[in-house]
């Protein structure tokens, strides 16, 4: 867990949070906005420790009667003759009675083994010390279009084009998994579904037609039969069939994207931490899920594919061909998934699969709690509704190694504000299950420092951590369709990233360079207007949806 400064800024507010500044004109009124400043108050969840424990505790863990707090010695203790730890939750304020037998976190980073599970049948792979790891029998499915429109040319109008077909492009980078999982992860498993008017399944026995014409419409059909695809084998066992079967792929027919996906998440679910990598290069067009004339229910059910995914702990990625294949719509599973999304050329195929095969799943269906001192509470998505708790959990789902989260608090009133002290506890709470299947609950603590000079909070920034929190929070407001405020908050973003250029060194120089350009390309796509969310995702370009979704979804390698 890491802190926007090494301040808690206390803010001299008012009920409606009022440190406000002029950010822009709108141009059709020439009337201001108004938005709150962007602050330090905020912290950053960085999963790659999670593999590596300080202090561990294999009995349950003490929670407070009346918040998610978890008991450590920052708590008061006091003994008495019943033979019970009687202690006062420093968050909310409640009194606690637990036995003493019970452990008590003594360090600022423990994991508590909720559930051990010395059976796993799980797919995520273990850290190997060495290039080939044997140890990695993640589950890969490709689930790639093979539509019509993907045997047209890359590059039409030269000579010798007929061989730089979309499909020829994927099929080569397909094979180059293939290749590299032999060498390297040998004990892998790879799945291939295909889809154009109708979509097969492949395997190293045989190519079938699974949902046919009659079957793209059917739901529950679909889902049986997924849940009913035999176990894949390992790319050792299978890799001279499947490439046989890629380099014979022919383009034929329409787009049934949605009843491929609903297929290829049915059989995946029954291998936790296993990878879907979508791939088309148009929209979905037949069945389930079909955009050609978008509906809700179009919406709903991506939405359906998604939350299944993740309860399942199935990450899913979309590299799309091309501009038209409505990633507004179907961003939802990648948002839900931690997966990545992209608009690619087929030429950098292989180098896009090889970027989500190598990024390591480290934890599978995770929560994250963070929890206050009483005079706080989360901003949920930067909108200042709920001020009612001290705390908040987050369903964050599958977590790779470069992933990271943001989130940003904020104090309740002025009489609240006059009651906080010189420091303020922080408890982060991670509830995930690890790459062996064993049930973790993670605990961080933290203290911070209180200032109530801006000028002290911003001198002392973590840019890093300013900068993943603000672009996550402008995505998640987008992603609710408020573009007034998603717009108002980069505006405000810029502001903070020009004062901080007077306090800081040249190292932070790549940070504020990487934050001032990433404002400036999500404002050059971002189009303001009062329709309806339906609406405002129907009008959206695949590359606006597709900087919104990989902002949510927040790769630190990329800075």
Request: hydrophobic fraction near 35%; charge should be negative.
């Amino acid at each position: 867990m890491h802190s926007g400064s090494k301040f808690v800024y206390v803010y001299d507010n008012s009920s409606s949070e009022s440190d406000d500044e002029d950010v822009t004109k709108v141009e059709k009124n020439e009337s201001h906005e108004r938005s709150r400043k962007i602050d330090t108050n905020a912290i950053k969840i960085d999963f790659k420790n999670l593999e590596s424990h300080s202090y561990i505790c294999h009995s349950q863990p003490i929670v407070c009667n009346s918040c998610p707090a978890i008991a450590t010695l920052e708590n008061d203790f006091d003994n008495d003759l019943s033979s019970q730890h009687k202690w006062t939750c420093k968050y909310c304020g409640a009194g606690n009675s637990d036995e003493m037998t019970t452990s008590v976190s003594i360090e600022n980073d423990t994991s508590y083994f909720i559930q051990e599970n010395t059976n796993f049948s799980g797919t995520c792979p273990t850290q190997s010390n060495s290039e080939i790891d044997i140890n990695d029998t993640t589950l890969i499915c490709f689930c790639i279009d093979t539509s019509v429109s993907m045997g047209h040319d890359i590059y039409p109008g030269l000579w010798d084009s007929s061989s730089l077909t979309r499909l020829n492009a994927l099929k080569s980078a397909v094979l180059q998994q293939i290749d590299y999982l032999q060498e390297y992860k040998p004990n892998a498993k790879i799945s291939l579904i295909t889809f154009g008017s109708t979509v097969s399944h492949h395997d190293s026995i045989s190519s079938e037609i699974l949902i046919n014409d009659i079957l793209v419409n059917d739901k529950e059909g679909i889902f049986s039969i997924g849940k009913n695809i035999p176990n894949a084998l390992s790319i050792k066992q299978t890799s001279v069939e499947l490439t046989n079967i890629v380099k014979n792929l022919k383009p034929d027919g329409s787009t049934a994207l949605g009843p491929a996906l609903l297929l290829a998440v049915a059989f995946c679910s029954s291998f936790h931490g296993s990878k879907i990598i979508l791939c088309t290069d148009g929209e979905a067009n037949v069945g389930l899920g079909s955009l050609n004339g978008t509906t809700s229910n179009s919406v709903d059910f991506y939405d359906y594919v998604g939350q299944y995914a993740k309860d399942n702990g199935v990450s899913i990625s979309l590299l799309t061909i091309g501009a038209y294949c409505k990633i507004s719509q179907l961003g939802s599973v990648v948002a839900a998934t931690n997966g990545s999304v992209k608009v690619v050329d087929p030429i950098d195929l292989g180098d896009e699969f090889r970027e989500i095969i190598d990024d390591r799943l480290i934890a599978i269906n995770m929560k994250a709690t963070l929890v206050l001192p009483k005079q706080f509470y989360i901003r949920n998505y930067g909108f200042l509704k709920n001020k009612s708790n001290n705390y908040q959990t987050f369903e964050i789902g599958n977590v790779t190694q470069n992933k990271e989260y943001g989130i940003e608090f904020g104090i309740k009133s002025l009489i609240d504000r006059n009651s906080i002290g010189k420091a303020v506890l922080f408890q982060l709470i991670l509830n995930y299950s690890d790459r062996d299947g064993n049930r973790i609950c993670r605990v961080y603590g933290k203290s911070l420092k209180t200032t109530k000079s801006r000028e002290e909070a911003e001198e002392n920034a973590d840019l890093e951590v300013i900068t993943v929190n603000a672009m996550q929070q402008a995505a998640r407001i987008q992603l609710l369709g408020k573009l007034n405020i998603v717009r108002s908050r980069l505006l405000a973003q810029e502001r903070f990233f020009a004062r901080q250029e007077q306090w800081h060194t040249l190292a932070a120089n790549r940070i504020l360079a990487f934050g001032n350009q990433h404002v400036k390309d999500y404002l050059s796509e971002l189009i303001v207007t009062d329709e309806t969310l339906e609406k405002q995702r129907a009008k959206q370009s695949d590359q606006a949806a597709a900087k919104m979704f990989q902002t949510l979804v927040f790769d630190k390698s990329k800075i």
